[in-house]
């Protein structure tokens, strides 16, 4: 595993990290257009989402900080964007709150097993798939939070988020025991 940072994938990944600011500024500050300047940047993340994972393959230039730069940039993201929507009122502060506890806790795992043991593990897939669904349900609120899509998503990501968080402790577990 590469240790280098400028890599194509690490760039793509710090850009969809920093399309969390025009995100929230477009949103919050009242722009002419706003939800659909706000959707483009979030089609913006998506490809660059897809892209960094798919070049790091094909190239062979996967390393170490694109497994810790691409879920903190979907884990930002996803917090900022969920933020701005409950300031804005179109999504539950209860949904807003499990989505940052998990992060939270998947971030804190992550940053202990790397001190513990050195290694940085990739997300697992049901994490990759709760980010997709909570990206969604979270595009759907953005454009028209009235949709049935809306509340059917939202639960649909409560399961995603309790699928994939059990998936990561028991990861978390597993290492920290077979290290022991």
């Known amino acids: 595993m590469k240790r280098e940072f400028w890599t194509i994938p690490n ?9 969390a600011v025009p995100f929230a500024y477009v949103m919050l500050a009242d ?24 070049i ?7 390393s170490e900080w694109g497994r810790i730069l691409d879920p903190l940039a979907d884990k930002v993201a996803v917090a900022v964007m969920a ?21 939270v806790l998947i971030l804190a795992g ?7 043991t050195g290694e940085v593990l990739p997300s697992n897939t ?7 669904v909570i990206g969604f349900t979270l595009l ?10 809306v509340p059917i998503g939202t639960w649909l990501s409560v399961i995603m988020v309790v699928i ?9 577990l597993t290492v920290i025991r077979t290290k022991r």
């Open 83 to 103: 933020l701005v929507l409950l300031w804005l009122g179109l999504v539950p502060a209860w949904f807003v709150l499990l989505l940052l506890i998990r992060d």
């Open 164 to 172: 994939s968080t059990t998936g990561y402790v028991q990861r978390f």
């Open 56 to 62: 790091a393959r094909w190239l062979h230039c996967e």
């Open 140 to 149: 759907f609120a953005l454009i028209d939070n009235t949709m049935l899509i």
């Open 11 to 19: 760039a793509l990944s710090m850009l969809r990290l920093l399309l």
């Open 31 to 54: 722009v002419p257009g706003a939800r659909w300047w706000a959707v483009g940047i979030i089609v913006l993340g998506v490809i660059t989402d897809k892209l960094d994972g798919d």
């Open 110 to 116: 992550g940053l202990y097993l790397r001190r513990r």
């Open 126 to 132: 049901a994490g990759k798939w709760a980010v997709g």
